[in-house]
């Protein structure tokens, strides 16, 4: 006999035990979050959906459908889809990418009070398959745009960082209403949509100051901001140097020989001038001449002893074999029933009361072999409104995160309806302004945890919160005494989430790491450039990524603890996000098709699936063959080679704006986009309605920001996140902590807190 669900997590200790899970979705955002699910203990039951087709079998899915039972079935015969219909009636969640599914089961979700249906639809046209529903996405959405390049046009990303992120956010917001679930009693629908995925990917350069120039992102595939870039070196290798904060800056410039650069009257001291328009060209030439002096060899020891952030730009076929990612667990070998031996990456997240085990290699079976699911049991309880509050109303989460990810972490948190306090040092967190668009949301303590009577008053306010959230180099969570065992001290069955740049153990486990730092070192700044110069990816990858992560690895501790009442320790880290954003370009097996690789300026791998030029901006278009562009008339013979055939339908798209060249381009059968500015998104009524509110910004006016990253049907949080002030609610929240009002006046007055005042308005957004 089975077990029932009960014993399923009694017996089982992985933190998602005894949840059931109906994958009927056909996109690659769909499939990467039942993966997740599956990755930490979940039963996933894979069903082709109606919409899938050919172009949808990527290499990637020997991955995205590891732990799962996988099957097909005619979607035409009626006895067939009552067999989904029954696993229905027995799943806690429901995966779906579009509304032909849901239209064949007549999926009633009222019908199924317990189930979490998790719809996932792209936001463009299906039948476009594959990478390109992410393309497509990305030139909508304004991400192509605002990569760096040397034209400054449209550029096409290689990897579906999209997509992959929708997928890590679905995930996260789905545990989060099995959370709520366990409160109330009730499932709801969870919608979680390709553009959320854009937004979440991309969160600060959604923050849009309508008076605002529009950026010149003709800056150089290194980006703006020359000692936050990778340089060539006189062996052809080229390094990536990590210096965005004065300290690092300093110290670069001293092992580079160019230390009086600090002192130039152009840059004065001051750190941001080193990235400023009217400096970037002779300040990036001054780097690149450094480099050029001496083999890579040389900067990496030098840099390194120098404690700055510093890397070799490497390959992705290489990354999984790095002796770092071995050692935290990021390279596994399953043997998959298509392709044999398969290496892949591993687990997103560590867990370390809660264990995930071994991957197992995908299954497929008949429909008939599915098992069995017995039904969910009908609520006790009445279901309650609308609460406008968010899924984790209730949880308290401490945040100790600064720059990017931890912060962000604390966002994702907010948004799911946590009360989140963002603790800061004295003088507040020196990235606050520049990020203030990753820290909305949450409230403020301004604290001096070195100080004895901040540090206490620190821990009791611990003592009354679920989750603490950090992203410190190792050793320093000890050094301050408030590493896990000081927390449990104070609240036994408290969640820890750290979020490190390379993992816990390991050569490279103490070593300080950016975002763009692993993005060279893992490769994805070589795929993106191909033969051409490494390219900065705009989008924060890795930062954004383990940041969702830090999330996800919070909502699965607090679902086990609400199931156990057992807290426990949890972590993830840049290394193993970049892992992640990767999952279908680092999988390899005997006869593997090589991932897609860019090069310089990359408008798209082929002259029917590509950007091209109009008159008044670019379009993104994915063809069935080069014929449908004779058709159309925009090409005389389908003979030409590539590049004349490129260049014959420039010359006549540009003639046409972009919404006569779509319309021609669809008339003949072409799947054609806009590629919009972030700056015409506001003009879109749909996009505003949907995804936009307003907050003040620090210029007097009002900007736009993202507003709903999910779509919860019973429990959405309905007010805007806001950012606060270093230290605005100091006082309000040590008297939550317990603290007498002599108490808060006597930290105050020491100096080991801060009272601090309202946040005037958001900041704006540097490209990066």
Not at 159 to 188: D, N
Not at 228 to 242: E, H, I, M, T
Not at 333 to 339: A, E, I
Not at 603 to 619: E, L, M, T
């Amino acid at each position: 006999m089975k077990p029932n669900k009960e014993e399923d997590v009694m017996n089982n200790h992985q933190a998602l035990a005894g949840v059931r899970i109906l994958d009927l979705s056909g996109t690659i955002a769909s499939a990467v979050a039942a993966m997740l699910l599956g990755d930490y203990g979940a039963e996933i039951i894979h069903i082709k959906p109606p919409t899938w087709t050919a172009s949808a079998d990527l290499p990637g899915l020997a991955v995205w459908h590891r732990n799962k039972l996988c099957t097909s079935l005619d979607w035409s015969t009626e006895s067939s889809i009552d067999v989904v219909r029954q696993l229905l009636r027995g799943a806690d969640i429901c995966v779906t990418s579009d509304d032909a599914t849901i239209a064949k089961l007549d999926l009633d979700v009222d019908a199924l009070p317990r189930l979490v249906h998790l719809h996932m639809p792209s936001c463009v046209a299906l039948d476009a398959g594959g990478l390109d529903v992410d393309n497509l996405l990305a030139a909508t959405s304004g991400v192509a745009l605002r990569q760096g390049s040397f034209e400054g046009g449209a550029i096409d990303l290689v990897t579906p960082y999209i997509s992959y992120e929708q997928g890590l956010w679905a995930a996260t917001a789905a545990v989060a209403a099995l959370v709520e679930r366990e409160k109330s009693g009730f499932g709801q629908q969870v919608v979680v949509d390709g553009f959320h995925g854009s937004i979440v990917a991309n969160i600060a350069t959604l923050v849009m100051d309508p008076t605002a120039p529009s950026i010149n992102t003709a800056v150089g595939p290194g980006g703006p901001n020359p000692p936050y870039s990778s340089y060539r070196c006189s062996d052809g290798k080229w390094v990536f140097l990590g210096a965005p904060t004065p300290k690092f800056q300093q110290a670069a410039l001293a092992v580079l020989g160019i230390a009086d650069l600090w002192n130039d009257p152009r840059i004065d001291g001051v750190f941001t001038n080193l990235h400023s328009p009217e400096n970037r060209g002779w300040v990036r030439k001054a780097f690149e001449d450094a480099f050029a002096s001496q083999p890579s060899d040389h900067w990496l020891e030098q840099l390194d002893a120098a404690d700055v952030p510093v890397g070799l730009v490497g390959e992705s076929k290489n990354w999984l074999d790095d002796p770092q990612i071995r050692a935290v667990g990021q390279r596994q070998v399953l043997t998959d029933p298509r392709h044999g031996e398969v290496v892949m990456g591993g687990l997103l997240v560590d867990l370390f009361g809660t264990p995930a085990k071994a991957s197992s290699p995908r299954r497929f079976v008949a429909l008939d072999d599915l098992p069995s699911w017995p039904e969910q049991a009908v609520p006790t309880k009445q279901k309650s409104p609308r609460s406008g509050r968010g899924p984790l109303d209730g949880i308290r989460v401490l945040n100790l995160g600064a720059m990017l990810a931890g912060p962000y972490a604390g966002m994702l948190m907010a948004e799911l309806g946590a009360d989140v306090v963002k603790v800061e040092p004295r003088g507040g967190d020196v990235f606050r302004m520049v990020g203030s668009h990753y820290n909305r949301g949450m409230r403020s303590l301004e604290v001096d945890l070195r100080n004895g009577i901040g540090h206490e008053s620190f821990l009791r306010l611990a003592g009354v919160s679920d989750v603490v959230i950090d992203n410190y180099r190792l050793g320093v969570l000890g050094r301050l005494a408030i590493d896990y065992d000081s927390l449990t001290a104070v609240k036994p069955d408290m969640i820890s989430v750290s979020v490190t740049g390379f993992g816990e153990t390991g050569p490279s486990a103490y070593r300080p790491a950016f975002d763009p730092m692993i993005q060279a070192t893992s490769g994805m700044q070589r795929a993106q450039g191909g033969d051409s110069d490494p390219v900065f990816i705009g989008v924060a990858v890795n930062d954004v990524s383990s940041g969702c992560a830090a999330a996800f690895a919070a909502c699965l501790a607090l679902f086990h603890r609400a199931r156990t009442g057992m807290g426990q320790r949890t972590a993830t880290s840049l290394a193993a996000a970049s892992v992640f954003m990767q999952s279908g370009e680092l999988v390899h097996y005997q006869h593997c098709p090589a991932p897609r690789i860019g090069g310089r300026d990359f408008a798209g791998p082929s002259k029917i699936d590509r950007f091209y030029p109009a008159a008044d901006g670019y379009v993104r278009v994915l063809a069935n063959s080069i014929d449908q562009f004779v058709d159309a008339g925009l090409l005389q013979s389908s003979a030409l080679s590539d590049e004349a055939a490129i260049g014959e339908i420039s010359q006549a798209l540009q003639k046409l704006s972009r919404q006569d060249a779509i319309s021609l381009l669809e008339a003949h059968g072409i799947t054609a986009v806009p590629a919009r500015n972030i700056s015409e998104l506001p003009a879109d009524p749909l996009v505003r309605d949907a995804y936009l509110t307003t907050v003040r910004g620090n210029t007097g006016g009002d900007f736009y920001v993202p507003q709903r990253l999910a779509r919860f049907a019973r429990t959405e949080r309905s007010d805007t996140l806001l950012t606060a002030g270093a230290g605005e609610h100091s006082s309000e929240l040590l008297e939550t902590a317990g603290l007498s009002a002599s108490e808060i006046e006597r930290a105050i007055t020491s100096g080991a807190v801060h009272q601090g005042e309202p946040l005037p308005g958001i900041g704006g957004v540097s490209y990066r």
